[in-house]
């Protein structure tokens, strides 16, 4: 029974193009969020939202919007989709905020842009 | 501002050797957050290990262990007897609450052990 789960895994499209990834996470956590790993391994936060409410919204172009329709869902949808896309995206959520409680993280999704 | 530094970007360890990978971090909040994440070549983000700014005591979770010195702003994981299974990606993160608890990442370091 996976806890957090990301659809697609892989995604390969051309530029221009429009895409979703969907997550949810079946652990009755309040927080959700989207980080980017670009191909340095490097991973930035993206957004985070607690119990639908968005709290997080890092400088991140207008193309991308999350939305979440419940509190075990969080999607997140690429408009005019370019190059610098490409990355593994990763859903992932914890019990709540605060600094205790960690991440658990979706598998993540590669998206590939050509 | 919040600020994760892992300064090794690679490092290369012997089977059954200990190794410690170096974790900074730079916050004005008292109350803040440790935790560290290996990422295999499957990709995947595994949890390994948690340490709160209050925390008296270093942290550890079987193997692994945290070498927490708070004054000098360092939280450097420990792991024992290394495994070949060790090999990975390890991220150092910190979260604070006065930034609506997002958990920011260091720039990670790559483990190989050599059998």
């Known amino acids: 029974d996976t806890a957090v789960s990301q659809t697609p895994k892989y995604l390969v499209t051309q530029m221009g193009n429009d895409k979703s990834i969907k997550c949810e996470q079946n652990?009755?956590?309040?927080?959700m969020y989207w980080y980017k790993q670009d191909s340095k391994k490097f991973l930035k936060i993206m957004f985070s939202y607690n119990n639908k409410e968005l709290i997080i919204n890092e400088t991140v172009p207008n193309r991308f919007s999350p939305k979440s329709p419940d509190k075990a869902h969080l999607n997140l949808h690429i408009n005019s989709l370019e190059l610098g896309d490409s990355a593994v995206y990763f859903c992932?959520?914890?019990?709540?905020?605060?600094?205790?409680?960690?991440?658990?993280f979706g598998e993540g999704s590669r998206l590939t842009v050509l | 501002a919040q600020k994760i530094t892992q300064t090794q970007p690679g490092m290369f360890v012997q089977e059954k050797e200990a190794v410690t990978l170096d974790c900074t971090y730079d916050?004005?909040?008292?109350?803040?957050?440790l935790f560290w994440y290996k990422q295999p070549s499957s990709g995947e983000m595994i949890f390994l290990i948690y340490q709160g700014s209050y925390d008296q005591q270093n942290a550890t979770e079987g193997r692994y262990s945290l070498n927490f010195q708070k004054a000098r702003k360092s939280a450097n994981l420990v792991i024992s007897a290394s495994q070949l299974g060790d090999s990975a990606m390890y991220f150092c993160?910190?979260?604070?609450?006065?930034?609506?608890?997002?958990?920011?990442f260091g720039s990670g370091t790559r483990l190989s052990i050599r059998p």
């Open positions: 993160a910190m979260r604070e609450p006065s930034s609506a608890s997002k958990i920011i």
């Open positions: 652990l009755g956590h309040d927080t």
């Open positions: 916050t004005s909040d008292p109350s803040y957050g």
């Open positions: 992932a959520s914890s019990l709540k905020q605060g600094v205790t409680g960690e991440l658990f």
